[in-house]
């Protein structure tokens, strides 16, 4: 079955620091991978997509994400971290055409001023 | 402006009283999906829609049920809620070939 950890449940970074969020997932091929930011009481919103080629891909406000398929990761990462990057954030997957998607629980940023 | 709505957006009920939480979208996008979110679980999947008459579980459909006679609207129906049905529930679309899902606001369930 399809399946995707978030180890990291809280982190704390001071603004300005760099940041990373881990994912991985278990699959039976290359999924699609995404990532959405969910802010407090918001819905979610796509920050980055991957479904094939460059295994680096840039997102919207200033995030990346590398696809490693040895290590069956998507992990999240922002060089400058900004106050208004406090949220949660999750790592999803899905079948290539397929609708059935599968949700990472979850990581909580705080961001120290 | 592409959007995905739901109403009610925050409803307090009791146990066994049904309810239907309504979902529509106005991209004309073939899928349609429900999630439940709950602290430490993410989102999972209750149903999904490819297309008019076309629906299919997701990982957690037990006391959920939902209908797609329209393209645009993917009412979810709970029969007889049960306090373990309190969530915050969000309905999805997205269009075709794959993309971005586009999330509702979320329905906020309190089950008593």
Redesign the interface.
Known sequence: AQS?T?PD?HITVSEGASLELRCNYSYGATP?L?WYVQSPG?????LL?Y?SGDTLVQGIKGFEAEFKRSQSSFNLRKPSVHWSDAAEY?C?V?P??G????????TRLSVLP | EAQVTQNPRYLITVTGKKLTVTCSQNMNHE?M?W?RQDP??????IY???NVEVT?K??VPEGYKVSRKEKRNFPLILESPSPNQTSLY?C?SRGI?????F????TRLTVL
């Open positions: 995707v978030q449940i699609y995404f918001q819905g979610l919103q796509l997509k479904f999750f999803a899905g290539p055409g609708q059935n998607f599968v949700f990472g629980p979850g | 899928y999906s999630y430490g679980l993410g989102l999972r999947q999904y829609s490819m299919d997701g990982d969000f999805a070939p794959i993309g971005e899902q999330f509702g606001p979320g």
